[in-house]
């Protein structure tokens, strides 16, 4: 049974950071991919940063570039995303996902995290 479960969302000022989780397991293989995703309310799922577990490269969505970083730790199956230099339009329920064949995960994975919220005023 696969699980994804995220923490370390929370309420930020602007310019503020967080750090956010997701442990996964129940995973057969140790190599697949892991992202978030950020959705707002009445907006479309987007795609924010991703990582292949194996070769641990990344993917990242341009409005984030430069500001957030993903990372892995094997050992722990989990991936952390830090969210630097945040601004209010990175307020949003953030989902943790993960894909056996696609990386940044497709938007049809059965796998996903409960998602947990941040909010930049």
């Known amino acids: 049974h696969v699980q994804l479960v995220e923490s370390g969302g929370g309420s930020v000022q602007a310019g503020g950071s967080l750090r956010l989780s997701c442990a996964a397991s129940g995973f057969t293989g140790r190599r697949f991919c892991m992202g978030w995703f950020r959705q707002d309310p009445g907006k479309g799922r987007e795609g924010v940063a991703a990582i292949y577990t194996g070769s641990g490269s990344t993917h990242y969505a341009d409005s984030v570039k430069g500001r957030f970083t993903i990372s892995r730790d094997n050992a722990k199956n989990t991936v952390y995303l830090l969210m630097n230099s945040l601004k209010p339009d990175d307020t949003a329920m953030y989902y943790c996902?993960?894909?056996?064949?696609?990386?940044?995960?497709?938007?049809?994975?059965?796998?996903w995290g409960q998602g947990t919220q941040v909010t930049v005023s």
């Open positions: 996902a993960a894909d056996h064949g696609s990386c940044p995960p497709s938007r049809n994975t059965g796998y």
